[in-house]
């Protein structure tokens, strides 16, 4: 770099302009030459000309991106084959489709006359592609079912649902293309908008599409009314009696425990049900875990109103004589 820079500072004026003369000569002969060169016919070259699929955008909906291109092998002169080339003021082929929900494709053969004639003087040759593939789907009006999100954590701690969660209306009516609605599985779910709550729900909550299908769906009802009542669960323990069974005379346990203590929730309105209840803890030898030699505690009665219930301890080793 340095030697051409210090070639072109020794250089005399007059030197200087013998290059410009040189330089203007050899591209005006470039110039001449492309020019010549695109006013002659029997160019050949591959071209991606554009296409715009039309169809009735009341009765279907495209689910995926329609092709907006065809690559096809055209010939004829320079000038017009440098335009299509770099798509100089050329308007989209249209290509319309009566039923698009019948099949997903159409076959080039089907639209060559029409674009050999678009492409008028310049000669359609081949087209490269088979086919032109597309999504398009009916759109149609479907009842569906609206159900409330409790995956997240929607209810206080020891908190329960004392009724079932009543919305509103209960079915909806929404519109979209067939293959979208499907991916609902006939459900729609309602974010309550709640957490850890501890008291009844009344509330009028809006519908939501999820976002990934918004575009695609619309919903006829814009609002459900949703109510549910809720209770507390209470804590509380007993100390159980044990109750040996199946206990042969030569087995004990290594270290009989001063108590065992359940723990458990409760609803209130269980309270009194409670009081009726004589539990004890149950060793049933038949039961052991014959690898280790020991035994899990079992609690009878077991009542289905009580919840969560654990024991303290909950496994004992077995001691042999």
Same mark, same amino acid.
């Given at each position: 770099?340095?030697?051409?820079?210090?070639?072109?500072t020794?250089?005399?004026?007059?030197?200087?302009?013998?290059?410009?003369?040189?330089?203007?000569?050899?591209?005006?002969?470039?110039?001449?030459?492309?020019?010549?060169?695109?006013?002659?016919?029997?160019?050949? *070259?591959?071209?991606?000309?554009?296409?715009?699929?039309?169809?009735?955008?009341?009765?279907?909906?495209? $689910?995926d991106? +329609?092709?907006?291109?065809?690559?096809?092998?055209?010939?004829?002169?320079?000038?017009? /084959?440098?335009?299509?080339?770099?798509k100089?003021?050329? =308007?989209?082929?249209?290509?319309?489709?009566?039923?698009?929900?019948?099949?997903?494709?159409?076959? *080039?053969?089907?639209?060559?006359?029409?674009?050999?004639? *678009?492409?008028?003087?310049?000669?359609?040759?081949?087209?490269?592609?088979?086919?032109?593939?597309?999504s398009?789907?009916?759109?149609?009006?479907?009842?569906?079912?609206? %159900?409330?999100?409790?995956?997240?954590?929607?209810? =206080?701690?020891?908190?329960?649902? =004392?009724?079932?969660?009543?919305?509103?209306?209960?079915? $909806?009516?929404?519109?979209?293309?067939?293959?979208?609605?499907?991916?609902?599985?006939? $459900?729609?779910?309602?974010? +309550? %908008?709640?957490?850890?709550?501890?008291?009844?729900?009344?509330?009028?909550?809006?519908?939501?599409?999820?976002? &990934?299908? !918004?575009?695609?769906?619309?919903?006829?009802?814009? &609002?459900?009314?949703?109510?549910?009542?809720? #209770? %507390?669960?209470?804590?509380?323990?007993?100390?159980?009696?044990?109750?040996?069974?199946?206990?042969?005379?030569?087995?004990? #346990?290594? %270290?009989?425990p001063?108590?065992?203590?359940m *723990?458990?929730?409760?609803?209130?309105?269980? +309270?009194?049900? /409670?009081?009726?209840? !004589?539990?004890?803890? /149950? /060793?049933?030898?038949?039961?052991?875990?014959?690898?280790?030699?020991?035994?899990?505690?079992? $609690?009878?009665?077991?009542?289905?109103?009580? !919840?969560?219930?654990?024991?303290?301890?909950?496994?004992?080793? +077995?001691k042999?004589?």
């Open positions: 770099m340095a030697k051409l820079k210090k070639f072109f020794n250089l005399n004026p007059q030197k200087i302009s013998n290059f410009k003369v040189a330089a203007l000569c050899f591209l005006a002969a470039a110039t001449f030459w492309v020019l010549n060169a695109l006013n002659k016919d029997n160019y050949t *070259t591959v071209v991606d000309y554009p296409i715009k699929i039309t169809y009735d955008e009341n009765e279907f909906m495209a $689910v991106k +329609l092709p907006n291109r065809l690559k096809i092998e055209i010939n004829g002169n320079g000038w017009d /084959l440098l335009r299509k080339y770099f100089f003021n050329e =308007a989209p082929f249209p290509i319309e489709i009566n039923n698009p929900s019948a099949k997903d494709y159409m076959l *080039t053969s089907e639209i060559r006359r029409g674009l050999a004639e *678009t492409l008028n003087p310049t000669i359609l040759v081949s087209m490269l592609n088979d086919t032109i593939k597309f398009i789907d009916k759109v149609v009006t479907r009842k569906i079912k609206v %159900q409330a999100d409790t995956t997240s954590n929607t209810l =206080a701690k020891n908190y329960r649902y =004392a009724s079932p969660i009543e919305i509103d209306p209960e079915v $909806v009516n929404i519109k979209g293309p067939t293959s979208i609605l499907q991916k609902l599985d006939g $459900v729609l779910k309602i974010d +309550l %908008q709640e957490e850890k709550s501890n008291t009844n729900f009344n509330k009028i909550l809006t519908l939501n599409i999820p976002d &990934s299908l !918004e575009e695609y769906l619309t919903l006829e009802e814009e &609002s459900v009314h949703v109510r549910f009542d809720v #209770l %507390q669960m209470l804590e509380g323990n007993k100390r159980l009696k044990i109750k040996y069974q199946n206990f042969p005379d030569n087995v004990s #346990l290594i %270290q009989e001063n108590s065992i203590i *723990t458990y929730l409760i609803s209130e309105k269980r +309270l009194e049900d /409670l009081k009726t209840l !004589e539990f004890e803890a /149950l /060793l049933d030898y038949n039961s052991r875990n014959r690898q280790d030699s020991t035994i899990s505690v079992q $609690v009878y009665p077991k009542p289905t109103f009580l !919840e969560n219930i654990t024991i303290e301890p909950g496994i004992l080793k +077995l042999y004589d």
